[in-house]
């Protein structure tokens, strides 16, 4: 796979950065996943928007328009001749522009129609925002010691924030259905703007489905008569199981899962 960095392309194996770079010695880097559907781009502006809110968070520099980097992406997926792009965007402080686009990974679809297993993280998520969203970057250590304590069989942890309130994943965003109402923690609550989370609540408002966005408390999870997450390579993936509490892909999920797959189609 070709990797760009730094205005040049070159094999993978070959893209190295210094020992000394910020990014390596004090985790300053700021990132961004992205994807396409059907060969598309999946919302980069607001990707790009997010990255640019991270980097001018942690003083960095970033000199590339989202045309220019859009224009950057499209050029990778054809030299790296793929259909469908899984791509990161990496920005460390020194400053380096490094982008992966690889072979989109192959999801197990089954998913989706059985659920996954899911518990709460002990660890509570420690977010801190700039311009009311979340900074996106690799020195969360909240995010990924949860990631590292979180057993395989579990998709992914939700964790709680300072005050206890639920707030997000380690990679996805959190929603709840009670009552026929879908509800989501809100930015308040100090999480990270999820694009595929805002296209939820956009799809939500087509579909006539009522949407909460506000302060949710750790009980509401297992109160709740449905529970997904979404998030950019699983758009929304149902959760069958929180710890011991058990529940059915309901009714508003599956709509919201077809509205999702034909806005994306």
């Known amino acids: 796979m070709f990797v760009y960095m730094n205005e040049n392309w070159m ?15 004090s985790a300053r880097v700021v990132y961004e996943t992205i994807r396409t559907y059907k060969g598309e781009l999946f919302r980069f502006k607001k990707h790009y ?3 640019a809110n991270s ?5 960095m520099v970033l000199n590339k328009t989202w045309e220019e980097m859009e224009q950057i992406i499209l050029t990778g997926i054809s030299k790296n001749r793929l259909d469908e792009a899984y791509i990161q965007i990496f920005l460390t402080a020194n400053p ?3 982008i992966q686009i690889k072979d989109f ?8 129609q059985t659920g ?18 979340a900074i996106k970057t690799t020195a969360a250590l909240d ?4 990631r590292i304590k979180k057993p395989n069989y579990l998709y992914d942890f939700i964790m709680l924030n300072r005050e206890g309130y639920a707030a997000e994943g380690t990679f996805s965003n959190v929603f709840l259905v009670k009552d026929g109402v879908l509800i989501t923690p809100s930015m308040a609550t100090g999480i990270l703007s999820g694009i595929t989370r805002e296209v939820v609540i ?27 997450l979404t998030h950019t390579s699983g758009g929304i993936v149902p959760i069958r199981a929180l710890g011991h509490k058990d529940y059915q892909i309901g009714e508003i999920t599956s709509r919201l899962m077809s509205a999702l797959d034909e806005f994306t189609g």
Do not use: W
């Not at 980097?55 to 003083?59: S, V």
């Not at 996954?116 to 969203?133: C, G, P, Y």
């Not at 995010?143 to 949860?146: D, G, I, T």
């Not at 009522?210 to 009980?219: D, I, P, T, Y």
């Open 11 to 25: 094999e993978e194996e070959k893209a190295t950065i210094s020992i000394n770079n910020p990014g390596f010695t």
């Open 49 to 51: 928007d997010r990255l």
């Open 55 to 59: 980097a001018d968070a942690m003083k």
């Open 96 to 98: 380096d522009l490094i």
């Open 105 to 112: 990974p192959k999801i197990d679809t089954s998913i989706y």
């Open 116 to 133: 996954v297993l899911s518990d709460i993280s002990e660890i509570r998520r420690q977010a801190f925002m700039h311009n009311k969203t």
């Open 143 to 146: 995010v990924f010691l949860s």
């Open 202 to 228: 956009e799809i939500s408002q087509n579909c006539k489905i009522k949407c909460e966005q506000r302060l949710v408390q750790k009980k509401e999870l297992f109160e709740a008569d449905e529970l997904f």
